[in-house]
């Protein structure tokens, strides 16, 4: 099995940090977000590991080298121009057999996910993609009011609603490379309604681990305070 990290990104939102670092390398606690998770993909029985990289990706890859320190093996794909999402993949063709199912991860993403466990739900399913997804709950913060017609119904005071996001992590069967364009600008949304247009069936997998994309600085303290957590209770995960 193998998986393809996506780490070609700016990481603009986490300035000044990201100006001397790349993104997938800032730290959380000890260790750089890409080395917690080589380090998992390792423990999930993935060998083989596709690292698309632009900005700054030399750092990268002196920092990641072969892989050999993970006992994995480490390929790089270069993005000359930022490609979205899904366009790196254009990029990969030779890297998967057709039938060849793999791993899309977001370099961004602290989990405790078993990605073992969303692998077989992909097989199981004999899905052409599947997303796996996190319950985000969000509050209003202003009391919302309940019109029919002209006239006042009711008021909910700050009520919350439950949205279902995607988590960045995805499985693909490698024959959906062919409907990426190539060498593009190119999203995972984009690429996801093109499969359901054509009929193709898509998986969901409900994330129940802890989950959390870092996109602002504030992120690595919620990621600290969870890896402190699990240092102190390794089988609460």
Request: proline share 5%.
């Amino acid at each position: 099995m193998k998986a393809v990290i996506l780490a070609g990104g700016k990481g603009v939102r986490l300035r000044p940090l990201t100006f001397s670092i790349p993104k997938p390398l800032l730290p959380v606690g000890e260790n750089p977000i890409l080395d917690i998770m080589l380090s998992n993909l390792k423990k999930s029985g993935i060998n083989e590991v596709i690292l698309s990289i632009g900005y700054q990706g030399e750092i990268i890859q002196a920092f990641c080298a072969d892989g050999s320190k993970y006992e994995l093996s480490i390929r790089y794909i270069n993005e000359d121009k930022p490609l979205g999402t899904a366009g790196p993949l254009s990029l990969m063709l030779d890297c998967f057999d057709p039938e060849d199912d793999f791993l899309l991860i977001n370099g961004d993403i602290y989990t405790h996910l078993v990605f073992q466990d969303l692998i077989e739900f992909h097989k199981k399913g004999r899905y052409s993609l599947t997303v796996a997804y996190k319950d985000f709950e969000y509050q209003s913060p202003y009391g919302v009011l309940v019109i029919e017609g002209d006239k006042l119904s009711g008021i909910v005071e700050k009520p919350k609603t439950i949205y279902k996001i995607s988590s960045g992590i995805y499985v693909l069967n490698a024959s959906v490379l062919n409907c990426i364009p190539h060498d593009m600008y190119f999203t995972m949304p984009e690429l996801i309604n093109v499969l359901l247009q054509e009929g193709r069936e898509i998986g969901t997998y409900h994330i129940r681990e802890f989950w959390l994309g870092i996109e602002q600085i504030k992120d690595f303290d919620k990621a600290l305070a969870e890896l402190n957590r699990v240092e102190l209770n390794p089988l609460e995960k």
